[in-house]
């Protein structure tokens, strides 16, 4: 399968302002692009490229004043599958984890999992270490939130979201993985694109989501406590222990966003250019301003 994938962000700055900024797909799936998802941006300015300290592909410019437009547009092939579901996966001792996993165990700025630990073990204590009690997490969660992108706010922690029961993907995934960090698990904060293949219509705007991975059994696995349902076309591109370690653009500045689209869309031909179709335009969505912390 073919997927056709990318974002474009407008801006209007009153200044020049420096950006680091993360679009592109994760380096480990880099491999199954067509072509480079090279960072383009209007007016040109020069893009310096690094790693961070978990892998992801970031990248440093300055904006100028006035019109910027930075975006990405690439087809990446996929092998069509929902998420894996590996219910046998077993949860690791403590003793016996890799050390490069231990810091997805501790507190972080949006997941508070030293405080909400007495609540984790009320709530899933009793349930089969392993697949399913992430399950049971993921289960709840889905169901104590109530989701609205008018729900939006950037500096909701996951012990708000818990006491507030409402906001978007990134507020589900906050809690889930600040609850299995305290039940000893494990678990990642993900970004990037998830299609809408297979779903039902009608879809909504395109916009980047948010999805956990935990480790189990010797390996990551994808949990998405916001749909709660193995999904096709999700592709990966950073992970951390929050939010905060990988917002899609950091300004340095006034970010005063003005347009904002997302795509990650089945393509089976291209035009006779040579070309995938020309996207329409589509307005602004109402969580803009904050989808740049992921």
């Given at each position: 399968m073919r997927i056709r994938l990318g974002c474009?962000?407008?801006?209007?700055?009153p200044y020049p302002v420096p950006m680091v900024v993360m679009l592109n797909v994760h380096p480990t799936r880099a491999g199954a692009l067509e072509a480079?998802?090279?960072?383009?941006?209007?007016?040109?300015v020069p893009v310096d490229l690094y790693r961070d300290g978990f892998g992801n592909l970031c990248a440093r410019l300055s904006a100028?004043?006035?019109?910027?437009?930075?975006?990405?547009?690439?087809?990446?092939?996929?092998?069509?599958?929902?998420?894996?579901?590996?219910?046998?996966?077993k949860q690791h001792a403590i003793e016996d984890l890799p050390a490069?996993?231990?810091?997805?165990?501790l507190p972080s700025?949006?997941?508070?999992?030293?405080?909400?630990?007495?609540?984790?073990?009320?709530?899933?204590?009793?349930t089969e270490p392993g697949w399913s009690r992430v399950q049971a997490v993921c289960d709840f969660v889905h169901d104590h939130i109530a989701?609205?992108?008018?729900?939006?706010?950037?500096?909701?922690?996951?012990?708000?979201?818990?006491?507030?029961?409402?906001?978007?993907?990134?507020?589900?995934?906050?809690?889930?993985?600040?609850?299995c960090r305290a039940l000893n698990i494990p678990t990642r904060y993900c970004t990037g694109y998830v299609s809408f293949i297979g779903e039902p219509e009608?879809?909504?705007?395109?916009?980047?989501?948010?999805?956990?991975?935990?480790y189990l059994g010797g390996r990551w696995h994808v949990f998405d406590p916001r749909n709660n349902a193995p999904?096709?076309?999700r592709v990966m591109v950073a992970y951390g222990r929050d939010a905060a370690d990988v917002p899609l653009t950091h300004t340095f500045g006034p970010n005063p966003l003005v347009g904002f689209r997302v795509w990650a869309d089945r393509i089976d031909h291209l035009d006779a250019s040579g070309d995938a179709p020309i996207l329409p335009e589509e307005p602004l969505p109402p969580q803009s301003m904050t989808t740049r912390m992921g």
């Open positions: 474009e962000m407008r801006y209007a700055f480079p998802d090279t960072l383009r941006t209007e007016p040109p100028p004043a006035g019109s910027f437009t930075i975006g990405t547009d690439a087809v990446i092939d996929d092998d069509g599958r929902p998420d894996p579901v590996h219910p046998e996966a490069e996993t231990i810091v997805f165990l700025r949006y997941c508070e999992s030293d405080l909400l630990a007495d609540e984790a073990w009320r709530l899933f204590g009793h989701f609205g992108y008018e729900f939006a706010h950037g500096d909701r922690t996951a012990q708000d979201a818990y006491a507030g029961r409402r906001g978007v993907c990134r507020d589900f995934t906050h809690l889930a993985v600040a609850f009608p879809h909504p705007a395109g916009d980047f989501a948010a999805w956990m991975e935990v999904r096709i076309g």
